[in-house]
């Protein structure tokens, strides 16, 4: 009579089938919300970098350009020349997202000439605040956005 049956190899071989199958399950499993948690915290860095542009492009070139002098003060919410947490406050008029205040922004104002045209180069750059999980998370360290706002002809 013939035992039927699996020998200790065939078990042992067949664990470790089974062992590298369910490993590759979990790193594909890390390697997604690696990504996922990337490009959110990316896109939300790039939302904070924007939201400044767009609201001193509507100023126009006039206003920044006293700003950048020293005329007159920048709006509380956008401070130029320095980087400023971006905090979370529910009373606030202004509403960002709670992981917003992981980040920090930096808004600066430069004179631009060519020939005769006159324009305002904004930058913004949102960078993670020191030791908080965006630091993590996001691949890179600091996202940067710039336009350039002309003066109007005459």
Do not use: C, H
Not at 2 to 10: H, T
Not at 47 to 66: C, Q, W
Not at 68 to 76: E, K, L, Q, V, Y
């Amino acid at each position: 009579m013939k035992k039927r049956g699996f020998s200790l190899l065939e078990i042992i071989i067949a664990m470790a089938f089974l062992s590298v199958a369910i490993l590759s399950m979990f790193w594909m499993n890390r390697a997604s919300n690696q990504g996922s948690m990337d490009a959110y915290y990316e896109f939300l860095a790039f939302s904070l970098a924007r939201e400044p542009i767009e609201v001193f492009r509507g100023f126009g070139y006039d206003y920044l350009k006293m700003i950048a002098d020293g005329n007159i003060s920048p709006p509380a919410w956008y401070p130029v020349g320095v980087m400023k947490d971006i905090e979370f406050d529910l009373m606030s008029d202004m509403q960002y997202p709670a992981e917003a205040r992981l980040f920090q922004r930096l808004i600066e104002l430069t004179p631009v000439t060519a020939g005769k045209l006159k324009g305002m180069l904004i930058k913004v750059t949102v960078a993670a605040k020191g030791q908080s999980r965006v630091e993590v998370w996001m691949s890179r360290k600091a996202v940067s956005l710039e336009s350039l706002v002309m003066e109007r002809p005459k």
